[in-house]
């Protein structure tokens, strides 16, 4: 990858990957004006409560919050317009076709610039039950506890 073509991130949805089973993810471009650029390269977005829609054969990212930018006083954007993704129709129609399936739904994962571009991860995602929560909890702690006990371990081992 060449320097100009170097990720900045601007944000992330952490509470997806505990809410959701991540199956596909993909980057799409996204529409926006000139005030929510320079707002997004601030890094003054979230992404948290976002979803995406297919409609008309268009995506569209919905609940996304790009704070206005306080240089364009008159010429401002709304922080929670409606944006559009940019993808190929054959992504469009495969996305479509799956989103028509039960239980499937489209989340952003994250924002970032792509070089000059603004870019967002998009993932195909299926809602996880309260069990599969908690199974996702006791791993997690399980794996902490087992580098906690290694970390210990090393530690042990210098001191000898």
């Known amino acids: ?18 809410l959701y089973f991540i199956l596909e993810t993909m980057e799409a471009g996204i529409a926006l004006v000139g005030s929510e650029v320079k707002s997004l390269r601030a890094g003054k977005a979230n992404i948290r409560d976002g979803y995406a829609t297919v ?14 930018y306080d240089e364009a006083s008159l010429f401002n954007h709304d922080p929670m317009r409606i944006r559009k993704l940019l993808l190929n129709k054959q992504e469009i129609r495969r996305l479509s076709g799956k ?22 991860e998009i993932a195909l995602v299926k809602g996880k039950k309260k069990y599969d929560k908690r199974e996702d909890i006791a791993r997690k702690e399980h794996e902490r506890e087992m580098e906690r006990a290694l970390k210990g371990r090393r530690r042990d081992q210098r001191a000898e």
């Open 99 to 120: 989103i028509n399936e039960r239980g499937f739904t489209l989340v952003p994962l994250s924002v970032y610039f792509k070089g000059k571009h603004a870019k967002v």
């Open 55 to 68: 409609e008309r054969g268009e995506v569209f990212l919905h609940n996304m919050h790009i704070s206005p």
């Open 1 to 18: 990858m060449s320097p100009e073509e170097a990720l900045k991130q601007v944000c992330t949805n952490r509470k997806a990957r505990y």
